[in-house]
């Protein structure tokens, strides 16, 4: 049995308790929230939690094993980095942090504590992303990766009207790249590695962050196409383009349905049928992990969480957006 703190009290951490309660090793004990009030309305909830108001007192305890980090993106490295120099687990939100600088100070961390630190990217983890790795030799040489996830924020609303929140707030380390454009490069890294070139285009708000984007990223046989968007929807699926068929996987961010349709005409069904919450596997995994005594996900590794941090970072140095945290 894991015994689990959490830091985030939004609906985040809500779903991935909801798909943790399907998981028999895990035990929530503990909720941080800045808020006594706000911390002991979200633990009655989901059982008997302690909350704490003080994070260092929670990273102190012996009530747990673990943190799960769901808070805004820009507290990601300070609050993992605390929890990890007291021993700690740690499965941290996507993006793990707001640059590869702060990536590398998480995974430095990790190591001087021999505990394990893992990005929660949901759908690498997930059944059919499975399928799509153990199928991907089928289509043949891969020329083209194409993923989007644009998705109209209801924020954008309350922005338009003058309202700025979290989504669209700087000092959060937000906006459409970091929110939903991780969803498309993050699973390109884990089949692909780390491309070669990066070439981004975005729109910008008038906060600083980005609305929307695109980026080309170049690998030496093949390229990587991916879109995103907080201020537009989308209803493409996904594609990876191989010489001897395409790959079609419903969507990138929550692959639930993948199929190959071969040049010859012929369509060959992949799904596989998934039975927990999608964000059960990603906590399947760290759980695994920690009780195997392994320092790092195979899949969710530290090599592929600083490979997509450096990506998202040279992309918003070609826009020119900059967060508080970052040093260049």
Known sequence: MIRFGTIGTNWITERFLLAAGENDDFELTAVYSRTEEKGREFAAQFGEAKVYTDLMAMAASDDIDAVYIAS??????????????????VLCEKPLASNSSEVRRM?????????????????????????????????????????????????????KQGTVL???????SNGALMDLGIYCIYPMVSLFGKPESV??????????????????????????????????????????????????I????????????????????????????????????FIRIICRGRSTSKINSHETSLAVAEIMEEARKQIGLKYAADEW
């Open 199 to 248: 070439k981004a285009t975005s729109v910008m708000l008038s906060t600083g962050v980005d609305g929307e984007g695109s980026i080309i990223m170049g690998y030496p046989d093949m390229d990587g196409v991916v879109m995103y968007s907080k201020i537009t929807d989308s209803f493409l699926p996904a594609e990876i383009q191989g010489e001897n068929g395409t790959m079609v």
């Open 166 to 172: 979290n989504a669209f707030n700087p000092e959060f």
């Open 107 to 159: 995974i430095a961390a990790a190591k001087e504590n021999n505990v394990v630190l893992m990005e929660a990217m949901k759908s690498t983890l997930m059944p059919n992303f499975r399928v799509m790795k153990d199928n991907l030799y089928k289509i043949g040489q891969v020329r083209r990766y194409f993923a989007g996830y644009c998705q109209y924020s209801s924020r954008y609303d309350a922005f």
């Open 250 to 285: 419903d969507r990138i961010n929550q692959p639930y349905d993948v199929k190959i349709q071969y040049r010859d005409g012929s369509v060959e069904n992949l799904t596989q049928q998934q039975i927990h919450e999608s964000m059960y596997y990603e906590l399947e995994e």
């Open 72 to 89: 805004p993106n820009a507290f990601h490295a300070e609050q993992a980095i605390i929890c990890m120099n007291h021993g700690k687990h």
